[in-house]
């Protein structure tokens, strides 16, 4: 009776325990079944870390299960890929694109999405290529000191509205630097180019100034004082001085020659004939006698 008991006993032990276990296997695949669909879900929202959390979770569900950890896998590379894409590390991003484009059996979603990355960094690689050459270029003319060839090639890379984009951030900002490089080169050579400009120009006008002054000191001469003058270089009888320009420390002004000659002519002398410094001697000498004009011309110049 007693050994009936124990056959008993031991039946209704075992059917408890795989019931147990058939119980807990069964809720185990129901876990590991949410947790793979939850994961997938997650992906098609674009919540990779979420994603992430439930594939590790159906691993706990079912250890070292090849489902779950191909999706884990395929989605950390492209969490991966992701920030290096944002980091502007092309190339990574690329090779980790191309990992989960070639990923057998793993989500379809990650794969046409790492299908479409990948034909956008290939593109962004190649704008870079293009946009590296041209400021190089750019770089180039402007330590040639072409300022202005330098900012009409930049002008070609700002014109392109691809260049603003995040991706290119590291060149566009070299480029807004080389542009106000080159400004202010332009700006320091134009004020070079002024100040040699303006040193010319008063060069010439002094040499201008020099010129008239002796032109004028030559008209002012009578024909045989200038041939005497031109054979003389130094300073003799028949050169000008300032002094002898002068009435009472003002210099005599044409208008004043001009107006003389008059005075002289109706005094009955030909002024006609005298130089521009008889007529400014005939001034100082009435002046100087404190006599007019007019007398001064009929008494001593007739």
């Known amino acids: ?23 807990n296997h069964h809720a185990t695949a129901k876990e590991y079944q949410a947790a793979m669909a939850n994961g997938r879900t997650a992906i098609q929202s674009k919540h990779y870390t ?37 980091d502007l590390h092309f190339a990574s991003a690329q090779k980790h694109y191309q990992t989960v484009q070639d990923t057998k059996n793993g989500s379809q979603v990650l794969t046409k999405r790492a299908q479409d990355r ?14 590296k050459k041209l400021l190089t270029q750019a770089q180039g003319q402007n330590e040639a000191l072409n300022y202005g ?4 090639t930049l002008d070609e890379l700002f014109n392109n509205s691809k260049f603003r984009q995040h991706y290119y951030k590291n060149l566009y900002s070299q480029a807004l630097a080389l542009r106000k490089a080159n400004n202010a080169g332009q700006t320091a050579s134009l004020a070079s180019s002024a100040s040699s400009t303006a040193a010319a120009s008063s060069s010439e006008s002094s040499a201008t100034s020099s010129s008239t002054t002796t032109s004028s000191s030559s008209a002012s001469l009578t024909s045989s004082e200038q041939a005497a003058a031109k054979n003389y270089s130094g300073s003799n009888e028949y050169t000008v001085t300032k002094k002898q320009k002068e009435l009472n420390g ?15 002519n109706a005094a009955g002398v030909q002024a006609d004939a005298m130089s521009d410094q008889d007529v400014r001697v005939a001034l100082q000498q009435a002046n100087k006698k404190d006599m007019s004009l007019s007398a001064y011309a009929k008494q001593y110049l007739q």
């Not at 990948?118 to 946009?131: D, E, S």
């Open 1 to 23: 009776m007693k050994k009936w008991v124990w056959v008993v006993a031991t039946i209704v032990v075992a059917l408890l325990i795989g019931g147990y276990a058939y119980s």
């Open 50 to 86: 979420q994603a992430e959390s439930y594939f590790q979770n159906a691993l706990k569900r079912r250890l070292n299960d090849k489902t779950a950890q191909r999706y884990l896998t395929q989605t950390q590379r492209f969490v991966s890929a992701e920030n290096a894409l944002d």
């Open 118 to 131: 990948l034909k956008q960094v290939k593109t962004i690689r190649g704008n870079v290529k293009q946009f």
């Open 149 to 152: 060839q330098s900012n009409t």
């Open 250 to 264: 003002k210099t005599i002004t044409a208008d004043q020659i001009a107006s003389a000659r008059k005075t002289i």
